[in-house]
């Protein structure tokens, strides 16, 4: 159990926490501007690569920095939506979703461009683990991400339970014309939408990038499991995207936990086909996620 906790459940909870984070900000653009955003994980990856720069800048630690990279995140994803989306923001949504892939490709290459594609890391050593009551092995970072990703999570909570713009957003997610008709500025709901997607994107590629390394290519990988979990929690609901992130993230670590010895233990090489497996079963079973989105 000791080896289940500390090797599995808690890497399990670190990776669900940077899924759902990522999963919010694509079932919330999913739910307000009504198109699949293929470009969100290359949002991530740029989040990644500012933090980078700027830690090579002033060598202070990447978490302390991640408000600053959120800022900047932040400016560059409005730049693209009033360069990109926003001219398109009545078309079909299929020339949305062909246009945030091509913004993928084209947000990736300029990454690629100006930091090459080399490997590199915003948090160079090693660092010992923390032990607790003699049983748990606690990684600082992992404490770090886990606790960071609570805190933008109820953050999150609070802004659609409690402002303003929050139950604007939740109006025009629910009926974008009745929300024109009652007199809500939903140039103002999508520009907010923008602005969580991106801060919460930028946060979970710092996260990712923490824990393991910094890659171009991180963001892409993140994006399908990502999307599974806003399916899985129901698209367009915010609270299930959480759900459904937590949900991939255990399931894809402690498949590969040796349940019935060595001779039965997954290959981790398969992890992400967990996430799959799951999404179809509950498309199967529930189209709409456990909090009864909308359906595709």
Known sequence: MNEFINFYLIPGLVLGSIYA???????????????????????MTLGVYITWSLVQFTDIHPLLLLP???????????????????PLRNSPTIILVIASFGLMLMVRSVVQFFWGVQ??????????????????RLSPKHIYIIGGALILMYAVHYL???????????????SPELAR???IDTEKVVRT??????????????FLAVDTQVDTMM??????????AAILGGVGKPYGAMAGGLIIG??????????????????????????????????LWRPTGLFRGKSF
Request: hydrophobic share 55%; with cysteine; glycine share 10%.
């Open 250 to 283: 255990i399931a894809e670590e402690i498949s590969t936990y040796p349940w019935l010895g060595d001779l039965w233990q997954f290959n981790p090489g398969y992890k992400q086909a967990i996430a799959f497996f799951i999404m179809i079963i509950m498309l």
């Open 68 to 86: 600053v990279s959120m800022v900047l995140t932040v400016g560059c994803v409005l730049l693209i939506d009033r360069g990109f989306y926003k």
């Open 21 to 43: 984070l990522g999963a919010i900000g694509i079932t919330m653009t999913f739910g307000i501007l009504r198109f699949a955003n293929f470009a969100h994980g290359e949002t």
């Open 193 to 206: 939408t923008w602005i969580v997607g991106a801060i919460l994107a930028c946060a979970a590629g710092v």
């Open 119 to 136: 490997l590199k890391t915003v948090l160079p050593g090693i660092q010992m683990p923390i032990i607790w009551l003699d049983y748990f």
């Open 219 to 228: 963001g892409f990988n993140l994006l399908l499991p990502m999307f599974a």
């Open 181 to 183: 008709l009652t007199g």
């Open 160 to 174: 659609l339970t409690y402002t303003k713009i929050g139950k604007a957003m939740r109006a025009m997610s629910d």
